[in-house]
């Protein structure tokens, strides 16, 4: 074994000598040669400060790229082992050390480094202490030395992942944000040594490279058709012929692979080798997150993705041209980094977005990644950001050669019925644990009842699938009704592709193939469940590696299933090609060649458009729920100082929510409104930390001082997110108790609350004389917080989801699917009266009038009449008007408040409390008006049968179109519904069609 601290005159001193040059860079090149152990192959991973959830090290690595082991620590959690697997023979860990003790700026680890097969904690050291000749940090570390000679070891693209920088790779090494271009490394020459004495020589070269360029797979014999289609030998291939049609082209790529290369092309997040013959990578361009921001590390160290707020925070909005901005921005920053670092897996092109699940159970840890509980907005948003990312164009038409290029290839999710990921609160035992008596995603049986499954869990899906053609759909772990998301051909053949019309390609949710045998035990081997997933739809794996779960299923086992007999070849062709033409369409292969989005570059990723853009979002998302006397917006001639308390007033990265990418620092509440308003004006006392109350009485002492007037409290909720449901709706104790505390004290309490989910605050509400709810706004939240405080932007959200009380916790299963079990949940059948604040509510700091622009409706003296047969119905126009003295925005909700309908069976399902339609946002300045028009589609009007038909019933539907903070004030019409009733959409139709097509053909 190898001493972890080794002579210092082993190690390199580097310094600089004379002024900083311009126009350089560093790149790393062998200082020598070694037939055992090449020294070009080391690289060093970046070390970045990770962000909680990724998949990624806490600490720095070496890698070696050939016969080193990788090192990952696999996990966020405190205590997570390190694991080292070969980089590039497997990916099964090998050898699992002690967790890595704290890494000072000193000791980098290596867990091998002799051949990969050394199970010996080895270390390298990379930091000498002679400070009088310059020091080697990490960021954040102190210069010591020569001011000219501090060289950091910092990656220009911190990212998530095992990603290294290979051999003569030029870097733009960087310190603590000064540019790269100041600095130029003396010879001698300084190298990285490693404990073998291996070593890699730096050296200053003219910064050619506007980034560094990352590794693409290159086959056995060197052929790389993703970048080399522009010459010889893949030129000369159909499938780099662009005058071919995709799916022709994808037929013959598809023909050019081993069976046992096939298995590996199916993979859509696993392994990044090459497939062996053409150089393809597995998974690159099929795997990448873009719920409200490309989940990235910053280019070049500060050229970051935009973060918008997360979709609870988006549906609040109500805004369709905003949901289409989102997209767009997003999809923009997607195609800039494409274009920036060409095909390599942090520049992915297909992602995993949107997430339109619906936020059914109140408990669930991922609420805050869907825009709420309703199928309207939910389903509208995944039909105009899916437009968005597709740059309008639909995933259909594949022998087209002409088709339009698809901009980005986003991936609709999670299909069908997914709400529960562990319902004991925080998985146990890895990715795929639930402590018991809970129960996780992968074991979950969703029973649906018919009438809810046509009505509620369907619509919010068929919305996108059929309006928008979504390149890629993700399938649920869940079952429905019995079968697993990802083995349901009903579901995903007869319903989305023959129903709905979709035609793009079908990805497993990772590890959802692994669990149709050792889950939810539908098979009985490996082979079986790959076979069970194809043969339904699902073309495109999600693997689990190593610790995470079984492994690669479609790799290691579909040559199986073909020799078995249990799935023909053809299948699996079918669904290579479903994959592949995916990427034709995208133009990855055409290298080169001009496309719409080609002038994108470094500065659309983050630009101050987009920067705009997400303060906007932010600014829309804040919902209004109590403003006693108008205390909101703040009156500062009124308050001599305001106390800040809670733990949220400081609270940065955490408003990001889940699936959020590297971002540039983030302003807390607390820091914007010291900014704002002077530290003089403001005192400072946090309380609690959430769950303690150890500090709660100096709090109290703050606010009862003579010369403070109010108290503003920033409260949040404890994040749980994916693998992770929450096991109650209150705030945390200590939060409880602030509240509680400064309530009592009798001067005017403002309450923040940031948070994704639905809370229980009866108490917390009854002491506040304002409660602001911002959800998660993101990179701009402590701005649009303030703002909205202060008066700069007036609320305009709407509650996406129901504000419960915590009785609902003894009252509802959270597993029960069934939306009138019990009390009835979400606000379609939860009693709008027994709620704290109920779906659709909000604020304004103005006044609004809604009223019919056609007088004779506005008289209530006429009705709306349509027949049965109906497709959708564009309603008079009604006019808002700016009756108040403030310049807001309004959102206008359309609703069926209640129906009468004479055909209606008496034990027949019950119809919804009300239910949304349509719904429209407009800017106001005071005294200004607008008319606008809403459309009501034919499957909101019908009523889920316990047959299964959605049916349009003859009758009289009352509707509300406005009105705040609810309904009040709404213009109200009648429809009447003549002749015989008439099905939108019948499950037992389906069945029969599904029970055709599986008949010998």
């Known amino acids: 074994m190898v001493s972890a601290l080794m002579a210092i005159s082993a190690w390199v001193v580097v310094g600089t000598g004379g002024p900083p040059q311009p126009g350089y860079q560093l790149v790393i090149k062998p200082c020598q040669s070694n037939p055992t152990y090449s020294a070009q192959n080391w690289a060093v991973a970046s070390p970045g400060k990770w962000p909680a959830g990724s998949w990624a090290p806490e600490q720095p690595n070496i890698i070696n790229t050939d016969t080193g082991l990788c090192v990952d620590t696999q996990g966020s959690f405190p205590g997570w082992p390190a694991r080292a697997w070969p980089c590039s023979t497997s990916n099964q860990p090998e050898y699992w050390g002690d967790r890595l003790a704290a890494v000072t700026s000193s000791v980098w680890y290596s867990l091998a480094t002799k051949g990969g097969a050394s199970s010996e904690d080895e270390s390298v050291q990379l930091v000498t202490n002679v400070s009088e000749h310059g020091t080697w940090h990490?960021?954040?570390?102190?210069?010591?030395?020569?001011?000219?000679?501090?060289?950091?070891?910092?990656?220009?693209?911190?990212?998530?992942?095992?990603?290294?920088?290979?051999?003569?790779?030029?870097?733009?090494?960087?310190?603590?944000?000064?540019?790269?271009?100041?600095?130029?490394?003396?010879?001698?020459?300084?190298?990285?040594?490693?404990?073998?004495?291996?070593?890699?020589?730096?050296?200053?070269?003219?910064?050619?490279?506007?980034?560094?360029?990352?590794?693409?797979?290159?086959?056995?014999?060197?052929?790389?058709?993703?970048?080399?289609?522009?010459?010889?030998?893949?030129?000369?291939?159909?499938?780099?012929?662009?005058?071919?049609?995709?799916?022709?082209?994808?037929?013959?790529?598809?023909?050019?692979?081993?069976?046992?290369?096939?298995?590996?092309?199916?993979?859509?997040?696993?392994?990044?080798?090459?497939?062996?013959?053409?150089?393809?990578?597995?998974?690159?361009?099929?795997?990448?997150?873009?719920?409200?921001?490309?989940?990235?590390?910053?280019?070049?160290?500060?050229?970051?993705?935009?973060?918008?707020?997360?979709?609870?925070?988006?549906?609040?909005?109500?805004?369709?041209?905003?949901?289409?901005?989102?997209?767009?921005?997003?999809?923009?920053?997607?195609?800039?980094?494409?274009?920036?670092?060409?095909?390599?897996?942090?520049?992915?092109?297909?992602?995993?977005?949107?997430?339109?699940?619906?936020?059914?159970?109140?408990?669930?840890?991922?609420?805050?990644?869907?825009?709420?509980?309703?199928?309207?907005?939910?389903?509208?948003?995944?039909?105009?950001?899916?437009?968005?990312?597709?740059?309008?164009?639909?995933?259909?038409?594949?022998?087209?050669?002409?088709?339009?290029?698809?901009?980005?290839?986003?991936?609709?999710?999670?299909?069908?019925?997914?709400?529960?990921?562990?319902?004991?609160?925080?998985?146990?035992?890895?990715?795929?644990?639930?402590?018991?008596?809970?129960?996780?995603?992968?074991?979950?049986?969703?029973?649906?009842?018919?009438?809810?499954?046509?009505?509620?869990?369907?619509?919010?899906?068929?919305?996108?699938?059929?309006?928008?053609k979504p390149a890629a759909i993700m399938c649920a772990f869940n079952t429905i009704n019995g079968t697993p998301g990802c083995a349901d051909a009903m579901t995903l053949t007869t319903l989305a592709r023959d129903t709905y019309g979709f035609d793009g390609f079908v990805v497993s949710d990772c590890g959802g193939i692994d669990f149709l045998n050792q889950g939810h035990y539908l098979s009985t081997s490996p082979a079986g469940a790959t076979s069970m997933a194809i043969k339904a739809g699902c073309e495109v794996e999600c693997g689990t590696p190593g610790p995470w779960g079984p492994g690669y299923y479609y790799r290691d086992y579909s040559a199986d299933a073909v020799a078995e007999g249990l799935l023909r070849q053809s299948d699996v062709d079918t669904a290579l090609v479903k994959k592949w033409r995916t990427a034709f369409r995208l133009g990855i292969f055409d290298k080169g060649a001009p496309t719409p989005w080609s002038y994108l570059g470094m500065e659309d990723i983050h630009s101050?458009?987009?920067?705009?853009?997400?303060?906007?979002?932010?600014?829309?998302?804040?919902?209004?729920?109590?403003?006693?006397?108008?205390?909101?917006?703040?009156?500062?001639?009124?308050?001599?100082?305001?106390?800040?308390?809670?733990?949220?007033?400081?609270?940065?990265?955490?408003?990001?929510?889940?699936?959020?990418?590297?971002?540039?620092?983030?302003?807390?509440?607390?820091?914007?409104?010291?900014?704002?308003?002077?530290?003089?004006?403001?005192?400072?006392?946090?309380?609690?930390?959430?769950?303690?109350?150890?500090?709660?009485?100096?709090?109290?002492?703050?606010?009862?001082?003579?010369?403070?007037?109010?108290?503003?409290?920033?409260?949040?909720?404890?994040?749980?997110?994916?693998?992770?449901?929450?096991?109650?709706?209150?705030?945390?104790?200590?939060?409880?108790?602030?509240?509680?505390?400064?309530?009592?004290?009798?001067?005017?309490?403002?309450?923040?609350?940031?948070?994704?989910?639905?809370?229980?605050?009866?108490?917390?509400?009854?002491?506040?004389?304002?409660?602001?709810?911002?959800?998660?706004?993101?990179?701009?939240?402590?701005?649009?917080?303030?703002?909205?405080?202060?008066?700069?932007?007036?609320?305009?959200?709407?509650?996406?989801?129901?504000?419960?009380?915590?009785?609902?916790?003894?009252?509802?299963?959270?597993?029960?699917?069934?939306?009138?079990?019990?009390?009835?949940?979400?606000?379609?059948?939860?009693?709008?009266?027994?709620?704290?604040?109920?779906?659709?509510?909000?604020?304004?700091?103005?006044?609004?009038?809604?009223?019919?622009?056609?007088?004779?409706?506005?008289?209530?003296?006429?009705?709306?009449?349509?027949?049965?047969n109906f497709t959708t119905l564009v309603l008079p126009q009604i006019r808002v008007t700016n009756i108040g003295t403030v310049r807001s925005a309004v959102t206008i909700n359309g609703f069926i408040v209640g129906v009468r309908i004479p055909e209606l069976d008496s034990d027949a399902p019950a119809p919804p409390n009300r239910e949304l339609f349509d719904f429209g946002k407009v800017l106001l300045s005071p005294g200004e008006s607008v008319n606008v028009a809403l459309e009501l589609p034919a499957s909101i009007v019908a009523i889920g049968t316990a047959s299964g038909d959605l049916m349009v019933m003859p009758g009289e539907y009352d509707l509300a179109l406005g009105g705040l903070p609810l309904l009040e004030g709404a213009a109200r019409t009648t429809l009447t519904v003549h002749g015989p009733k008439h099905a939108v959409f019948s499950l037992e139709e389906l069945r029969a069609r599904h029970a055709l097509s599986l008949l010998p053909k």
């Open 608 to 868: 101050s458009k987009h920067q705009a853009l997400t303060l906007s979002a932010a600014e829309q998302s804040m919902t209004l729920l109590k403003n006693k006397d108008g205390i909101l917006p703040l009156n500062l001639s009124k308050y001599r100082k305001i106390a800040i308390l809670g733990p949220a007033q400081n609270i940065t990265t955490d408003m990001k929510g889940g699936y959020s990418g590297t971002t540039v620092p983030i302003l807390s509440p607390g820091a914007v409104l010291a900014a704002r308003l002077g530290g003089d004006r403001l005192v400072w006392a946090e309380g609690t930390s959430r769950n303690d109350t150890v500090n709660i009485p100096m709090a109290v002492t703050a606010v009862s001082a003579a010369d403070v007037d109010l108290a503003i409290i920033f409260v949040q909720d404890t994040y749980v997110g994916e693998q992770a449901d929450r096991t109650d709706i209150a705030l945390q104790y200590g939060q409880q108790q602030l509240v509680k505390a400064i309530g009592a004290v009798g001067k005017p309490v403002v309450l923040v609350i940031i948070a994704g989910h639905t809370l229980a605050i009866e108490a917390e509400n009854e002491v506040s004389d304002a409660v602001l709810f911002a959800f998660l706004p993101s990179e701009a939240g402590g701005t649009a917080i303030v703002n909205t405080l202060l008066g700069d932007s007036a609320p305009s959200g709407r509650l996406p989801i129901t504000l419960y009380p915590r009785s609902i916790l003894f009252e509802r299963d959270p597993g029960d699917m069934s939306l009138r079990g019990g009390p009835g949940i979400t606000y379609l059948h939860y009693p709008t009266n027994k709620t704290v604040y109920p779906f659709g509510y909000g604020l304004s700091y103005s006044r609004f009038n809604f009223a019919w622009a056609d007088a004779a409706l506005t008289s209530g003296s006429s009705r709306i009449d349509t027949q049965s």
């Open 138 to 468: 990490q960021p954040g570390a102190k210069a010591t030395g020569h001011p000219t000679g501090l060289v950091c070891l910092t990656s220009s693209m911190p990212l998530g992942g095992d990603w290294y920088y290979p051999a003569n790779t030029v870097g733009t090494w960087f310190c603590d944000g000064v540019a790269p271009v100041q600095w130029r490394i003396q010879s001698n020459p300084p190298r990285i040594v490693s404990a073998e004495n291996e070593s890699l020589c730096l050296e200053s070269v003219p910064a050619v490279p506007k980034v560094p360029q990352h590794p693409v797979p290159t086959g056995s014999n060197g052929t790389n058709c993703l970048s080399g289609c522009s010459g010889p030998p893949c030129s000369t291939m159909p499938f780099c012929d662009s005058r071919l049609s995709p799916n022709v082209r994808a037929r013959d790529l598809v023909s050019r692979l081993s069976n046992e290369e096939k298995g590996l092309a199916m993979l859509g997040l696993g392994k990044s080798d090459a497939i062996t013959q053409l150089g393809l990578p597995t998974m690159w361009m099929f795997s990448g997150e873009a719920q409200h921001g490309l989940v990235r590390g910053c280019m070049n160290g500060s050229v970051c993705p935009t973060s918008f707020p997360s979709l609870v925070g988006i549906g609040a909005t109500g805004n369709k041209s905003l949901f289409t901005a989102i997209g767009e921005a997003i999809s923009d920053e997607a195609r800039a980094w494409f274009n920036i670092l060409g095909v390599t897996k942090n520049a992915n092109l297909c992602v995993w977005a949107p997430n339109i699940n619906l936020a059914r159970n109140f408990l669930w840890g991922r609420n805050e990644e869907t825009p709420g509980e309703d199928p309207t907005i939910n389903g509208v948003y995944g039909s105009l950001f899916i437009s968005a990312m597709q740059d309008g164009v639909e995933a259909v038409d594949w022998d087209n050669a002409s088709a339009p290029l698809l901009k980005t290839a986003p991936t609709l999710k999670h299909f069908l019925a997914y709400d529960v990921d562990c319902t004991n609160g925080h998985s146990e035992g890895g990715y795929f644990g639930c402590a018991a008596p809970g129960v996780d995603r992968f074991h979950f049986e969703a029973i649906i009842p018919s009438e809810d499954y046509v009505s509620y869990y369907v619509p919010v899906m068929a919305k996108p699938i059929s309006e928008s």
